[in-house]
């Protein structure tokens, strides 16, 4: 995501939707660039409440909102919806400017509401559904929407943005990752063996199905047939085929029972968290009417193709995690051997430390810079991007901040051991990059710090402090790590340059990037990925061209 790239302020100016796009007058008070003067709007210190603390609750917001919807059809309004959100656009500008997470939400509670299932309802005109989009683009200004205590600024722009990045984010190679990773497996591996049961599908059969449907929408082709991906029995059969679309694509009644088997779906109010969630609708993105797929949305396509494995495999729980933990742990150190002069594992830090040390999975050494690296593959639910209290919000990265404990007494305990080698143990900067397997939107641990509620995020030391400080440790997307790393193999720049310079840049908030992609943007790092994901993604092709056209 660029700096130029686009936040749409939902705080104190709202677009009014008028032949689907916000009123021209709006339009000068939405536009607010990312990073700089973002963080401005909700000041760490500030506690002001944005609207009177005794006004409307959300949920009756909600009701208010979901009576004037029920005038309506329920299929006249899925019909209105999925057309704005395919309608094409001039740029990605135009695009946000639809405010598509709105549409989503509207759906979402449409396909909730049993009312719908016995009233036929007229349908919709588009003055009408502007206007119902209006109020639900509207809706938090009931007064349930404040800054507090328990819901500082930064926590409460978190929020605010969560919806809108996925649409902002740019499509990689690096969907197949997750697949790709499981495609180095054994056949009998349980993983393996819980991904066959859960979809019918091999991982190298996804990403060959992935990368012919990317191929479709990359075209400009929303709606296609089933029979697009008829080519392909000549390596794949038709009921492979078929499995891959019962795992991308839901009837219309089938998206009705997905929304209502929802978590969420069971509780007899509406909670304001839902109103900053990305659409669940990632899991499927495609509807299916007869045999054409219909995609919703290309980023919703996108985004849910990069987390499907994930999101699939995340219905077994610990035994899932536990076992891609330690493979996304094997992927991230590979990538740093890569890069760095020196590397200490995790052995040669407890030969260091002690055998019964908590050290991070690595060390990468530079002169006078040490810098640490911690994967963390978590199940991470979607409610831990939405939170928006400071102590759930701290309860649900616990990850987080044990990885950065965990680099706080390693750092102290190298700097005075005579067994550490000196390079390291006499190291003037040390830094600390935490990598996720699920973009979780976590910014740096500065920023974190301002999210969490107070003592959460403390020095255990004043020597820790010295040593590792806050602004010193990134959370970084395994997609941004591989992005790093992979323009860091020109051997133009060092990491710890660009650490410093990162470091640097934070510290002034006309500078500071929320996210460390924004970094990388601004260094002009290219959109190379890892050696595991460029073959994933060549072999795939491969494989598709034989299947296209029969030439081995």
């Known amino acids: 995501m660029s700096p130029k790239q686009i936040w749409m302020c939902r705080c104190n100016c709202r677009p009014r939707f008028q032949d689907t796009l916000p009123h021209r007058r709006a339009q000068n008070h939405l536009q607010h660039k990312l990073p700089s003067n973002i963080l401005h709007c909700f000041p760490l210190e500030a506690q002001i409440l944005l609207m009177p603390s005794n006004s409307l609750s959300f949920n009756d917001a909600y009701k208010t909102w979901r009576n004037r919807a029920r005038k309506y059809s329920r299929n006249s309004l899925i019909v209105t919806i ?6 094409r656009h001039f740029d990605r500008f135009e695009a946000l400017q639809r405010a598509p997470w709105i549409s989503f939400l509207f759906l979402k509670w449409i396909c909730q509401d049993p009312y719908f299932d016995r009233n036929i309802g007229r349908d919709v005109s588009d003055s009408e559904f502007n206007d119902l989009r209006n109020r639900l683009w509207n809706l938090t200004e009931g007064g349930h929407t404040h800054l507090s205590e328990t819901r500082p600024g930064p926590l409460f722009l978190r929020q605010l943005i969560n ?12 969907f197949v990752r997750e697949a790709a990773l499981l495609d180095q497996l054994q056949h009998d591996h349980p993983l393996i063996i819980m991904f066959r049961g859960l979809t019918g599908l091999s991982p190298a059969e996804f990403i060959d199905f992935s990368v012919a449907a990317h191929g479709a929408i990359a075209n400009g082709n929303l709606d296609f047939s089933v029979k697009w991906f008829r080519p392909l029995a000549r390596i794949h059969s038709g009921a492979k085929i078929q499995c891959f679309v019962n795992c991308i694509a839901r009837t219309q009644p089938e998206l009705i029972d997905f929304f209502r088997g929802l978590p969420e779906s069971g509780r007899n109010r509406k909670v304001e968290s839902e109103y900053y969630e990305f659409t669940p609708l990632r899991r499927y993105p495609f509807l299916l009417q007869g045999d054409v797929l219909k995609c919703w949305h290309p980023k919703v396509f996108e985004r849910g193709i990069e987390g499907f494995v994930h999101s699939v495999l995340s219905e077994k729980g610990k035994p899932y995690i536990d076992r891609f933990s330690k493979i996304f742990e094997r992927h991230i150190v590979d ?16 030969g260091m430390l002690g055998e019964e040390s908590k050290v991070p999975d690595g060390l990468l050494a530079w002169q006078g810079t040490n810098v640490f690296l911690e994967s963390k593959a978590g199940l991470f639910d979607d409610s831990v991007l939405v939170a928006g209290h400071n102590r759930i919000f701290a309860d649900k ?28 143990r006499l190291a003037k900067n040390n830094y600390l990059l935490v990598i996720t397997n699920k ?31 806050l602004d010193h440790v990134y959370i970084l997307f395994v997609d941004d790590y591989e992005r790093l ?13 660009i650490l410093e310079d990162c470091v640097l840049r934070d510290s002034d908030p006309a ?6 992609a924004m970094h990388l943007d601004h260094l002009k790092f290219g959109e190379l990925r890892s050696c595991l994901v ?8 491969e494989r598709l061209r034989v299947g296209l056209t029969g030439n081995t």
Not at 485 to 494: D, K, Q, Y
Not at 534 to 541: E, I, K
């Open 82 to 87: 999925l057309n704005l959100l395919q309608r």
């Open 163 to 174: 919806p809108q990045i996925p649409f902002q984010r740019r499509l990689t190679r690096g």
């Open 335 to 350: 990538q740093a051997e890569r890069i760095a002069p020196k590397f200490y594992d995790e052995a040669m830090l407890r």
């Open 397 to 424: 990265t616990s990850l987080i901040r044990k990885a950065i404990h965990q680099a706080w007494a390693v750092s102290v305990g190298i700097s005075g051991n005579e067994h550490a080698p000196c390079e390291i």
């Open 439 to 469: 973009d979780i939107n976590a910014s740096r641990a500065s920023m974190l710090a301002a999210m969490f509620e107070l003592g959460r995020l403390e020095y255990p030391n004043d020597l820790a402090q010295t040593l590792l400080p």
């Open 485 to 497: 790393l992979a323009g860091l193999e020109t051997g133009e720049r060092s990491l710890p340059d």
């Open 511 to 516: 500078t500071s990037c929320y996210h460390f």
């Open 534 to 541: 460029t073959n994933a993604f060549d072999q795939s092709l």
